[in-house]
């Protein structure tokens, strides 16, 4: 008996043509809860559509999200509309969907509301709980799985960032049965050892994967720990009930080492530059203190007592010198002064007249005559000449003019 020997592109196809034939699966609904939802770049739509016997792949092309009614979540309840096709390449049967339409919120995504509601109104979201994460920690907890990318992403990151920093590792399980109770054992331990901050987290996943983050016994661990928290699970997209309730959420565990790490090659670059500010101000205010030193000896140095003194006594000699050259030029004016009154006093003096031939005749009682009716015959006279005096008697008078 000769056997038929088929490729696995045969066999695929040959399964592939057995769908694409089937009229019933050309178009079908199906509901079941999302899971596992991705969006790459591309802008296609993966997930699996899952109850509680199973799950098939669904994919939601670009060119057709005009179905898709409302945003997908991990969780929500839907009903997809498509076509059930074989994948040839992958070996696989999916649904590509041509509409998607909400049924209702998936077991979990209404556990989660119901939850995060219940906990808001206790107050456990509440700003005035949260407190500051510490800028520059030391000492840093970490709660997450002992292998794995978040472990080896903080340790890498805190080594590349800052060398002198010291992580302490509680190792839990981050999923399944107990993880809850682990993950609040382990907040709870590293909250007695006085660390600076603690990271609770772990890698993405879906809802389900990252269940035990949304459960209870997290959030009041959470709630009641001292020291400062920051949640880092999942991905960017995805939130826990621990976000909510943690001081700090962080998008994903690197962004949480990034966050509580302080940069220690930035720090001693802004320690230096606070040091040559701290140098350059200490020197304009020693250099202002002197100035203003300088000044202030310079006015006690005018105002010391042999200061004053001196200058006193500088401005007497200035004043003794103008007083004195002062005195000097007005004696100067007065000699001056005296030598003409003496030219005109010497040209107005009878004894200087004598010298021209002129006489000067008085009476006997010394009374000037200047007119021959001044004496009569039988007078005595007195005449003054140039070198001496002569006494005569008036014998005749005759008026008349001089020839």
């Not at 709870?188 to 600076?196: I, K, P, R, V």
């Not at 080492?257 to 530059?273: G, I, K, R, S």
């Not at 000067?360 to 009682?365: C, E, F, Q, S």
């Amino acid at each position: 008996m000769t056997k038929n020997v088929y490729t696995v592109r045969q066999l695929n196809h040959y399964i592939y043509n057995l769908f694409d034939n089937e009229p019933f699966l050309k178009k079908v609904s199906v509901t079941g809860e999302v899971s596992n939802l991705s969006e790459p770049r591309s802008g296609h739509l993966y997930f699996s559509l899952k109850d509680e016997s199973g799950k098939i792949p669904v994919a939601m092309f670009r060119g057709a999200r005009g179905g898709l009614k409302s945003p997908l979540k991990d969780g929500m309840k839907v009903v997809v509309s498509g076509e059930v096709t074989v994948y040839p390449r992958g070996g696989y049967y999916q649904i590509i969907a041509a509409e998607i339409s909400p049924s209702g919120i998936g077991d979990l995504h209404e556990q989660f509301e119901k939850l995060k509601k219940n906990l808001a109104e206790k107050g456990m979201f509440d700003a005035a709980y949260k407190k500051p994460i510490p800028k520059y920690a030391t000492r840093i907890g970490v709660v997450t799985a002992k292998t794995g990318a978040v472990i080896r992403d903080i340790i890498r990151i805190t080594r590349r960032r800052n060398p002198h920093v010291r992580l302490l590792l509680y190792p839990v399980l981050v999923q399944g049965d107990g993880a809850a109770r682990d993950i609040a054992e382990g907040i709870a331990a590293l909250d007695t050892l006085g660390l600076d901050v603690l990271i609770v987290g772990r890698g993405g996943g879906s809802i389900e994967d990252l269940w035990a983050f949304n459960e209870v016994e997290v959030a009041e661990a959470i709630f009641a720990c001292e020291t400062p928290v920051v949640s880092a699970v999942g991905h960017e997209t995805d939130t826990t009930i621990a976000d909510f309730v943690a001081d700090r959420r962080a998008a994903t565990p690197s962004e949480a080492a990034e966050l509580c790490v302080f940069d220690y090659a930035h720090f001693t670059q802004e320690l230096q530059n606070i040091q040559k500010q701290f140098d350059r101000r200490m020197e304009r205010s020693l250099t202002d203190a002197k100035r203003q030193w300088n000044m202030q000896a310079d006015k006690l140095s005018l105002l010391h007592p042999a200061k004053q003194i001196a200058r006193k006594k500088e401005l007497l000699i200035q004043d003794a010198k103008r007083l004195q050259n002062q005195m000097s030029r007005a004696r100067e004016r007065a000699v001056h002064r005296l030598a003409l009154y003496g030219q005109r006093l010497d040209g107005a003096s009878p004894s200087k007249k004598f010298t021209f031939g002129y006489a000067y005749p008085v009476d006997m009682d010394g009374h000037n005559i200047r007119s021959v009716t001044d004496v009569k015959a039988g007078d005595r006279m007195l005449t003054y000449v140039t070198d001496g005096r002569i006494w005569s008697t008036v014998t005749q008078t005759a008026a008349g003019e001089i020839e």
